[in-house]
């Protein structure tokens, strides 16, 4: 735990870096000179940095056995959860009561757009 907050601090800190360290852009009018390139080349510094780091992101999590036996992991949730049965009773039962309402909904729909339409016919036959 205290390496992978050491790593989060390295890298907070290499990014606050960049963010500090980055140069605003040459404006035409300047006339500056040499800094065309200024641009381009931090952005290939950056590049530079966001590759090094992503190589070191998977060199880490090779080396910890992120890769090993992908599988593992779902029979180890089901292996983890107690009352598996119970928690998938509770989920089909909330899929049922959804299922329901939905179909009662789309039940008194046509009933309500009826009597909408009904009392439509009957202001609009009023008119001054």
Do not use: C
């Not at 931090?42 to 090779?62: C, K, N, P, Q, S």
């Not at 983890?80 to 789309?106: F, H, P, S």
């Amino acid at each position: 735990m205290a390496l992978k907050m050491r790593m989060m601090r390295l890298f907070m800190a290499l990014g606050g870096l960049l963010m500090v360290a980055t140069p605003s852009t040459a404006f035409a009018h300047d006339n500056l000179g040499g800094d065309e390139l200024a641009v381009a080349n931090w952005m290939l510094v950056a590049a530079m940095v966001t590759i090094v780091i992503a190589l070191l992101w998977g060199l880490w999590a090779f080396k910890s056995g992120q890769f090993t036996n992908v599988e593992e992991s779902k029979y180890t949730m089901l292996d983890t959860a107690d009352d598996y049965d119970a928690i998938m009773a509770e989920a089909e039962q909330r899929e049922l009561v959804a299922k329901a309402a939905t179909e009662a909904a789309q039940a008194t729909k046509p009933a309500a757009e009826s009597a909408v339409s009904k009392s439509e016919r009957a202001g609009s036959t009023v008119s001054i």
